[in-house]
């Protein structure tokens, strides 16, 4: 398994301010990823992010906006940038356990926007 | 066309029901599949991993076709505890990325 803690759990910000977003794996993993859960729907991944790389962005996130780092192996944060009311929602981190057979998450970020 | 389309629910179901939820994929690459439970205000946790034989635990039992691209999940003797929101996810092997369905929420009522 992996057990992975994720912070802050809840933020509430200020519009056009930045959150930074943090996640500790309790073991080394090659793969991270970051998912957003809009109020009632379900995960859509923003990017995977590897050691050593520039992270990989989906289809509709930018690196400007959802900067993201991975300095080492265990760690990944997310930046979300110059945030808006719609960005609203709640963030989470991800990586495959060592075995490669279960993904785990992060206990996610609950942000709002006001 | 969504990538992962579930049964979109809410399911209301009395204590003791059997629930099946359906869920199909696009990819005919996908190489994996998985059903993930979320409860309310948590991460999703796996529930169980789905294999072309088809796998059961417990009261629960997850089925697999390929050909037509097709994933079930069937819940017997409902619990309350059962009460979450379902998740069909799959891996595409692209990266190793997951594909989440929209969710099926599930309440089972005393």
């Known amino acids: 398994s992996a057990v992975i803690s994720q912070k802050p759990s809840r933020d509430i910000c200020q519009r056009g301010t930045s959150l930074t977003i943090q996640c500790q794996v309790d073991?080394?993993?090659?793969?991270m990823f970051w998912y957003r859960q809009q109020p009632g729907q379900s995960l859509t991944l923003i990017a995977t992010?590897?050691?050593?790389?520039?992270?990989?962005?989906e289809s509709g996130f930018v690196i400007d906006k959802f900067p993201i780092s991975r300095p080492n192996l265990t760690f990944s944060t997310l930046t979300v940038s110059n945030m808006s009311p719609e960005d609203s929602s709640i963030y989470l981190c991800?990586?495959?356990?060592?075995?490669?057979?279960?993904?785990?998450f992060g206990q996610g970020t609950r942000l709002t926007v006001v | 066309r969504k990538e992962v389309e579930q049964d979109p629910g809410p399911f209301n179901v009395p204590e003791g029901a059997t629930v099946a939820f359906n869920c199909t994929y696009s990819?005919?690459?996908?190489?994996?599949f998985f059903w993930y439970r979320q409860d309310c205000r948590k991460e999703p946790k796996l529930l169980m991993s789905?294999?072309?034989s088809g796998n059961e635990d417990g009261r629960f039992t997850a089925q697999l076709n390929r050909a037509s691209q097709y994933i079930s999940l069937l819940i017997r003797d409902s619990k309350l505890s059962d009460s979450a929101t379902y998740l069909c996810?799959?891996?595409?092997?692209?990266?190793?990325?997951?594909?989440f369905g929209e969710g099926t929420q599930l309440t089972v009522n005393p």
């Open positions: 990819n005919s690459a996908s190489q994996s």
């Open positions: 789905v294999y072309s």
């Open positions: 991800s990586s495959w356990g060592v075995m490669g057979t279960e993904a785990f």
């Open positions: 996810v799959v891996n595409t092997g692209s990266g190793s990325r997951l594909t």
């Open positions: 992010a590897n050691q050593g790389s520039e992270a990989t962005y």
């Open positions: 073991s080394q993993v090659t793969m």
